[in-house]
């Protein structure tokens, strides 16, 4: 999973931010992590295993809260592991805590239905 920082996030999502709702050509998850933080590395390396699965449809990055605050902060990010669900023009889905593996597929597919459908 590829690092993120405002700017690339700003680069990718461009004019595509229209009432806060985002309109891209593949869903996007954003995973809020610190490096500290036991349940980030759990969800992490979650993330890793199964990002093959989904690389196709569905854009991953990862931020880590201590090094772009600004980022962070833009999303309201107060609790780690925070992971941003985006599906075109619908409200971004957010989940706050450790999750299993089976949630995070079925956060991932629910995503990627939305934003196809």
């Known amino acids: 999973m590829k690092e993120l920082d405002f700017t690339q996030f700003i680069e990718i999502v461009g004019s595509s931010c229209k009432n806060n709702y985002l309109k891209l050509d593949k869903a996007m998850m954003i995973s809020f992590y610190a490096t500290w933080c036991p349940a980030c590395q ?35 990010v107060t609790s780690l592991p ?3 669900f985006f599906a075109n023009d619908q409200k971004p889905e957010t989940m706050i805590g450790r999750v299993t593996e ?4 079925s956060l991932i597919q629910e995503t990627i239905k939305k934003h196809s459908g």
């Not at 093959?52 to 833009?74: A, G, H, M, N, R």
């Open 82 to 84: 925070t992971m941003v």
């Open 102 to 105: 089976e949630t995070l597929h």
């Open 42 to 76: 759990d969800v992490l390396n979650i993330i890793d295993q199964i990002e093959p699965q989904y690389e196709s449809d569905i854009l991953q990055f990862k931020v880590d809260t201590d090094v772009d605050v600004i980022l962070s902060s833009f999303f309201g």
